[in-house]
C-alpha cells in the first residue's frame, strides 16, 4: 500500500507570493492533518480535516487555509508568504479518527521564503 | 488548551546504554501519548504510544509509562544502538482535540 505522499518537495518562494501544498493519504485514510515543523519549535499543528469537514484548526493567522476533497486528498494554502512562514510542512493520513488510528506522516514540503 | 514539555532537548549514549526521554503535560483530560521518531531527513514515524488507562506499555527495546497524577509520561530505550540516533517527539491529546507535540529530543548513540 502506497504510503503518504505530499507536492512538491521543495519550494521556494518570496515574500508576499501565495502557495499551496498538496498532500494525498493513504488509500482508503480519510482523516488528514497537517503540521508545520520548524527547527526548535517541534511540530505545530495547522487543520485537521474529516470527510471534507475541518474538525480543528491550530493557532495559526488567517494566512494559513485548507480543504480537503471527497477523495480525501488535501491542499493547505498559505498567502501573503512571510520570512516566518519558511518551514517543513508535514500531513499525517489516519484511518479515520487519530485517536483511535496511526497517524502516518509524509515527507513533507519544504517551503522557503526569501 | 494543552501544553507538553519535553526533556532533555539533547540527549548523548553510549552504545548499549539505557536512554530516557521525559514529558511533561498540563490538560489532566488528556488520554493519548503517542511517541515519535524521525530519523535525520526523513518523515516523523510512530514507535510507541499509551492510553490512559494503561500505566506502561513495553515493545522490545522501548518502553513507555505513564503516570496520570504528576502529569508526566517517559520513554526508555534500552541497550541503544547507532540506528537509535533520531529526534524523538513525544504528543499528547484529549479526546477529539489535535495532537499537541513537544519539541523533541534529539538522540545520540556513540559507538
Known amino acids: 500500500k502506497a504510503g503518504v505522499t505530499q507536492t512538491p518537495r521543495y519550494l521556494i518562494k518570496t515574500r508576499g507570493q501565495q502557495v499551496t501544498l498538496s498532500c494525498s493519504p493513504i488509500?482508503?485514510?480519510?482523516?488528514v492533518s497537517w503540521y508545520q515543523q520548524t527547527p526548535g519549535q517541534g511540530l505545530q499543528f495547522l487543520f485537521e480535516?474529516?470527510?471534507?469537514?475541518?474538525?480543528n484548526k491550530g493557532n495559526f493567522p488567517g494566512r494559513f487555509s485548507g480543504r480537503q476533497f471527497s477523495n480525501s486528498r488535501s491542499e493547505m494554502n498559505v498567502s501573503t508568504l512571510e520570512l516566518g512562514d519558511s518551514a517543513l510542512y508535514l500531513c499525517?493520513?489516519?484511518?479515520?479518527?487519530?485517536?483511535?488510528?496511526?497517524?502516518?506522516f509524509g515527507p513533507g514540503t519544504r517551503l522557503t521564503v526569501l | 488548551g494543552e501544553n507538553v514539555e519535553q526533556h532533555p532537548s539533547t540527549l548523548s549514549v553510549q552504545e548499549g546504554d539505557s536512554a530516557v526521554i521525559k514529558c511533561t503535560y498540563s490538560?489532566?483530560?488528556?488520554?493519548?501519548f503517542p511517541w515519535y521518531k524521525q530519523e535525520l531527513g526523513k518523515r516523523p514515524q510512530l514507535i510507541i504510544d499509551i492510553r490512559s488507562n494503561v500505566g506502561e506499555k513495553k515493545d522490545q527495546r522501548i518502553a513507555v509509562t505513564l503516570n496520570k497524577t504528576a502529569k508526566h509520561f517517559s520513554l526508555h530505550i534500552t541497550e541503544t544502538q547507532p540506528e537509535d540516533s533520531a529526534v524523538y517527539f513525544c504528543?499528547?491529546?484529549?479526546?477529539?482535540?489535535?495532537?499537541?507535540f513537544g519539541k523533541g529530543t534529539r538522540l545520540s548513540v556513540i559507538a
Open positions: 488509500s482508503g485514510h480519510r482523516s
Open positions: 504528543a499528547a491529546r484529549s479526546g477529539n482535540t489535535p495532537l499537541v
Open positions: 490538560d489532566s483530560a488528556s488520554n493519548y
Open positions: 480535516y474529516f470527510s471534507e469537514t475541518q474538525r
Open positions: 499525517a493520513s489516519s484511518l479515520r479518527d487519530p485517536y483511535y488510528n496511526e497517524q502516518f
